[in-house]
């Protein structure tokens, strides 16, 4: 799409809106304005393609369509089975899975499907502790795993701040739990999924790999897949893999029908066929080398905006970084990660406050940052940015003073103005 017809896309979307609703148009047209013109850091967020937004906007969401592709509750479902099997095709062909089911919601509800399909009431479920970089989902006592399975919790070791793989193994040896879940929202290392798999396995436990955060590099193998290696595969579609809001679940052959049947009728209804739609278009355009490139570039801009920070003396949890994620350790005694949170959001410096391992400060106030580079990667930013980025970032914590942050808002302008998404508003 060249910029006009970028221009004239947006223009009839919101002038269709603005129409009907005013109201809801001038949120929308104000939601564009602050995705173009602040620095967009946060590691779980990104900006979908044109083609996936208007794939989202398609008439299929007026589609009911309970069940799966020739077996169908309703009539009129020929088109919107060619689209499910274009996702589950080519989710097949990005992740080498056997099985792909593209209908969850959520990864919440992608999560959930694996429960049921696995695990009994009171059964005992591994999860990685949500402060040490684990999910809700992962067994957090106020989610709906925590409340119906009995959760045992792993850790990070305190002096590397990386998976205690070692205490997993003696876990699971104790325990002998019916599942393991793996996978992070706020870990920056590699994760040995292999080796999960194996200790998981010699205790007769079965394991989920949830890679929600990292799939765009599973997809273009700048990651470990843990495809080969676990039962069960959950991702949502909207992090670095830059599709639409979404979830969706990968497994072996052999456990597919149940996996489907736990999906939908056990946790849902009818599928929303316009998002798996944008799924379909966003597999596509992951297929693309193109997209690899994408992932390399983002691979490279974490490792530069996290060496730039750490330059700055920025304390970063585990040293560094390998994926798209990076967390500061502001310390018990620095500001917290809210304080840091708000202070960067008045700069137009979006990212979210988050606990680090062995945190004493409360979830919703915590003494970390999460921040991560598949939002400004997309916008075509590089390494000349990342260090510039990590300069505003740096000069915005170590102020007290909002004149400062004033005018690293204005600096966060320019910069992104050179990098115009969508178009200009
Ligand atoms: N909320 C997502 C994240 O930010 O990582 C995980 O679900």
Excluded at 109 to 137: I, K, R, W
């Amino acid at each position: 799409m060249n910029q006009h017809e970028r221009t004239a896309f947006f223009s009839f979307l919101e002038t269709a809106v603005r129409q009907a609703d005013p109201e809801v148009a001038t949120a929308l047209a104000s939601e564009r304005r602050r995705e173009n013109e602040g620095l967009e850091l946060i590691a779980s967020e990104n900006f979908v393609s044109p083609a996936v937004l208007a794939a989202m906007g398609s008439v299929m969401t007026n589609k009911y369509a309970e069940g799966y592709p020739a077996t169908r509750y309703y009539g009129g479902c020929e088109f919107v089975d060619v689209v499910e099997e274009l996702a589950r095709n080519r989710a097949k062909q990005l992740f080498g899975c056997d099985h792909a089911n593209v209908q969850p919601h959520s990864g919440a509800q992608a999560n959930m499907s694996v429960y049921l399909a696995t695990c009994q009431p009171g059964e005992v479920v591994f999860g990685m502790d949500l402060s040490h970089g684990g999910h809700l989902t992962h067994g957090h006592p106020l989610n709906y795993s925590g409340k119906t399975f009995k959760v045992v919790h792993y850790l990070v070791r305190q002096d590397t701040e990386t998976i205690d793989y070692d205490a997993l193994r003696d876990l699971a040896r104790q325990h002998r739990p019916k599942l393991i879940v793996c996978g992070a929202s706020a870990y920056p290392r590699t994760i040995d999924f292999k080796l999960i798999a194996d200790i998981a396995h010699e205790s007769s436990s079965m394991v989920m790999a949830d890679i929600a955060h990292i799939a765009g590099m599973v997809a273009v193998g700048l990651h470990p897949s843990p495809v080969p290696h676990c039962e069960y595969v959950t991702t949502t579609t909207h992090k670095t893999l830059r599709g639409p809001r979404g979830g969706m679940v990968m497994c072996k052959a052999e456990l597919a029908e149940a996996l489907d049947k736990a999906v939908f009728p056990g946790v849902q209804g009818g599928p929303l066929m316009h998002i798996i739609a944008a799924k379909a278009v966003a597999f596509a355009e992951a297929l693309q080398p193109v997209y690899r490139e994408y992932i390399v570039e983002l691979l490279e801009n974490a490792k530069v905006l996290c060496a730039s920070l750490q330059e700055f003396g920025w304390r970063m949890v585990s040293g560094g970084t390998d994926t798209h994620l990076m967390l500061i350790n502001l310390g018990a005694d620095g500001i917290s990660g809210k304080k840091a949170e708000d202070r960067l959001g008045k700069a137009g410096i979006t990212v979210n406050k988050n606990t680090v391992p062995f945190d004493t400060r409360k979830p919703y106030i915590g003494s970390g940052v999460r921040i991560g580079t598949p939002a400004v990667t997309t916008r075509g930013m590089g390494r000349n940015e990342m260090k510039t980025i990590a300069k505003l970032i740096d000069r915005v914590l170590r102020s007290e003073d909002e004149a400062v942050w004033a005018q690293v808002k204005g600096e966060v302008e320019e910069l992104a103005r050179a990098f115009p998404l969508y178009g200009q508003v």
